[in-house]
């Protein structure tokens, strides 16, 4: 495990009593809405978030409203 992922063992910081996992920590929001749900609302507005394309949703936006939006 050690080769695969460099986790030699658990943090140092455990041993400290004054901190408490996962309280002692805010949230990063720039992981939590960047590297997650605006990529994942991406995909739905764009229609490749579900695997199957049974049903139109009216919140997809078409190819030609993405490039006048400029992506």
Same mark, same amino acid.
């Given at each position: 495990?050690? *080769?695969? &992922?460099?986790?030699?063992? +658990? @943090?140092? !910081? #455990? *041993? #400290?009593? &004054?901190? !408490? +996992?996962? $309280?002692? /920590?805010? &949230?990063?929001?720039? =992981? #939590? +809405?960047?590297?997650?749900?605006?990529? %994942?609302?991406?995909? =739905?507005? @764009?229609? *490749? /978030?579900? *695997?199957?394309? !049974?049903?139109?949703?009216?919140?997809? !936006?078409?190819?030609? %409203? $993405?490039? @006048?939006?400029?992506?």
């Amino acid at each position: 495990m050690i *080769k695969e &992922t460099g986790i030699k063992g +658990f @943090s140092e !910081l #455990l *041993k #400290l009593k &004054t901190i !408490l +996992f996962p $309280w002692s /920590f805010s &949230t990063d929001i720039m =992981h #939590l +809405f960047f590297e997650n749900a605006v990529p %994942q609302m991406f995909s =739905h507005w @764009s229609g *490749k /978030f579900f *695997k199957n394309n !049974l049903s139109s949703n009216d919140y997809e !936006l078409s190819k030609s %409203q $993405w490039e @006048s939006i400029g992506v």
